[in-house]
C-alpha cells in the first residue's frame, strides 16, 4: 500500500474549460479547450496551448487577439462539440450570438456567463502546440451573477473538465477562504 | 440586463491547486500555485508560472527538477500554509514526509493522492514570473485510488481554487463523457 509510479503520462486532474474564440478569414470560431491559465500579472496575461495545426490557431495568428469563455455546467454538449470537430469540417460561426469589445476581432459568446478578450503578445512555439500568451483586455459578466459588483462561483455552477480520463463535472462546495484557513495551521514537525 | 464590462482585471476561474515541489540549497521547499497547465504532448509537458522572487524559482533553477502535488480537500489548510508562507521565512522541509523519484531532486509529497515529477526543459521570463516548463519523468498515485489501474476523480476528491476571490472548494458531480456528449449536439443554425 502506498504511493506507487503508474503507467499514466499525465496526471489525472480537474481543469476548468473554456472556448477560446478567434475570427478565422472573418469568420468566428470557437475551440474547447483546457490547457490554459493565468501566467503573469500587471498586466494580467493569459497562457493557452493549441496544437500548431488547429484551425484556431490560424484566426490568432491573424488578428493577433482571441477571447476565453468559460460555459458553465448546463452547457457540456455545446462545449464538447466545439471540441470534436474543427472550424476545417464544420462552420461554428453561426453556433453562438457573438459580441465583441474593444479589440473588435476577438468574438466571444453572448450567453456564457463569463467572456475575456486578450491581445496576444507573445507566441511560444513548443513541439507540438503553440503557446499563446495574451493580455486581458477585458471581462465580461453576465450581470445577473454580479450582486454589488461581486461574484458567487457557485451561481455560475462552471463547467470542468477532467484532463486525462475526458470527463466533464460541476463545481462542489465551497471549503474555505485562501490565504487565510493557512494562517491557523501548526505544522507538526516531524 | 446581459453582458457587462466589469472591472475585474482577470477572470474569477476554477483551476486546480498544486503544491510545487523543489529542494532548495538541499531542503525540500513547497510553494502553492494554481496557475499551472499541461502545455504539450509527446511528451508531456507542464507549465507554471511563479513570481520570480519566490524561494522556489531559485530551487527549480538549481536543480532544473520540480514537482507537482495534487492535495485533496482535506488538505486546504496545510496547502495554504504553503500558500502564505515564504521559504524564506519559515522551513517547509519538515511539514510533509517526502519521497523521491528517478529525477532524485524533485521533493514529492507522500500523504498527497498525485505527484508528479518533472525535468525543467524551458524558462521563459515573463514581466514578473518565471514560466517553467518541464516534462513529465513519473506521475505516481496513492495505490487506493487505483481500481484495475483506473481512477475515480470523486475518490480522490481534490482541492480546487477559485482564482480572483481566493476560495477553495471541493469537485461536484459528474456531467457527461467529453469527446462524446457534443456528438449528439445540433446546432440552432441562426
Known sequence: MGKVKTKF???PMILPVSLIGANVEGKPNFQAIAWFNMVDYDPYLIGLSS???????KGIKENKTFSVNIPDSTMASVTDFCGLYSGEEVDKSKVFDVFYGALQTAPMITKMPITVECKLTQTIKLR?????????VGVYIEDKYLVDGKLDMKSIDPLLYEDGLNKYW????FIAKAFDIGKKFKPKIK
Do not use: C, Q, V
Request: proline letters at 4%; glycine letters at 8%; charged letters at 30%.
Open 128 to 136: 507540438h502546440a503553440d503557446f499563446f500568451i495574451g493580455e486581458i
Open 51 to 57: 496544437e500548431r495545426s488547429h484551425y484556431t490557431n
Open 9 to 11: 503520462k499525465r496526471p
Open 170 to 173: 460541476s463545481l462542489g462546495e
